[in-house]
């Protein structure tokens, strides 16, 4: 089946948005980053130092599916990031959309603390990593993910994507 929409997920400072954005350039695919589908309440609430709870989390998970779906009807391609952490999450996302791929950007806790560390003017602070790998439940194989390892250059990782889509 022809992939129509990838959910880039990983925890924060994975490079879901770098490897995202610069994958939809290369599709030629609308790109949407699920930073932008929080509420100003989530925002705060992680700001703060705060984890979201699954409650938090469903209305954010409903409006991305909702550009999911807005994507699948308009016949285009699309690429999402989202956390995704938990398998039910992902679920939320692709139940019943065989044409949604799952892309999981796994990577070391290390050096994703590392690469958290370095970041600026983001609302996840670093001292939520240890919950975001906490509440990590890895894609399995039943789900069908395109896994790709983070610590090559975002060039490589891109070329190990498009490899899975096929």
């Not at 692709?94 to 799952?102: A, F, K, M, N, Q």
Request: charged fraction near 20%.
């Amino acid at each position: 089946m022809k992939i129509s929409v990838l959910v880039v997920m990983g925890v924060s400072g994975s490079g879901k948005t770098t490897v995202a954005a610069m994958l939809a350039g290369r599709l030629g695919w609308e790109f949407a980053d699920a930073d932008d589908f929080h509420s100003p309440a989530n925002v705060a609430k992680m700001h703060a130092g705060h984890p979201l709870t699954d409650d938090d989390r469903r209305p954010w998970l409903a409006s991305i599916a909702g550009w999911i779906d807005a994507v699948r009807d308009g016949h285009g391609g699309g690429v999402v990031t989202c956390s995704a952490l938990r398998r039910s999450y992902r679920v939320q996302l692709t139940e019943g959309r065989p044409d949604v791929r799952i892309v999981y950007l796994d990577g070391n806790p290390a050096l994703i603390a590392e690469r958290q560390a370095g970041r600026h003017h983001h609302y996840m602070p670093a001292s939520l990593m240890a919950s975001q790998f906490a509440t990590l439940e890895r894609p399995g194989v039943e789900e069908n993910p395109i896994v790709v390892d983070v610590s090559p250059p975002p060039a490589v990782i891109l070329d190990a994507i498009i490899r899975g889509m096929a």
